[in-house]
């Protein structure tokens, strides 16, 4: 099986039988999964941070860094697979936005990707009709295009889905 790798700041997608898109290494970072049955098309993006305006140039550079232009970045490329220009009949699933490097709730990285995340598909109409956020565990996340199963899997952990 083929996979499309996503790294921090990637976003991407596909709609080929028998590929599977795939994240690793989520602590605080926040993997948002958009999923089109109809057309059997997945899309990933890879958040840091909430705000580019942190880091204008980074966004240019790789706007799935931060959740206010990745999310578009992700719908734009949604749209080109699925031939959906709407945004009508997708599925959100979020996973990720952890506590990993910050136990103290010192900067509150994961809760303000994750909110940050949450207002920016609002502005599309849209949210996660489940997730699997928060904690103190690091995530990998793998999405496959046949099914849509999304499954998580964590160190010591082993896999289950959302």
Not at 20 to 28: D, E
Not at 61 to 69: A, H, L, N
């Amino acid at each position: 099986m083929k996979k499309l790798m996503i790294g921090v700041g990637d976003y991407g997608g596909s709609n080929t039988i028998g590929e599977s898109v795939k994240t690793m290494a989520l602590g605080s970072c926040v993997a948002v999964v958009i999923l089109h049955p109809p057309t059997r098309t997945v899309g990933m993006v890879h958040v840091a941070l909430p705000e580019s305006t942190t880091n204008p140039d980074r966004a240019k550079e790789r706007p799935g860094y931060f959740s206010d232009t990745g999310i578009p970045a992700l719908l734009k490329r949604m749209a080109d697979l699925a031939k959906n220009p709407t945004n009508k009949g997708y599925i959100v699933k979020l996973t990720g936005g952890a506590k990993v490097m910050d136990p103290n709730n010192l900067f509150n990285i994961g809760d303000r990707n994750v909110l940050a995340i949450k207002k920016n598909l609002w502005k599309y109409g849209m949210g996660p009709v489940a997730e699997d956020t928060g904690g103190q565990i690091s995530r990998t996340v793998e999405v496959f295009v046949d099914t849509g199963k999304i499954v998580i899997s964590s160190p010591g952990r082993g896999n289950w889905e959302i």
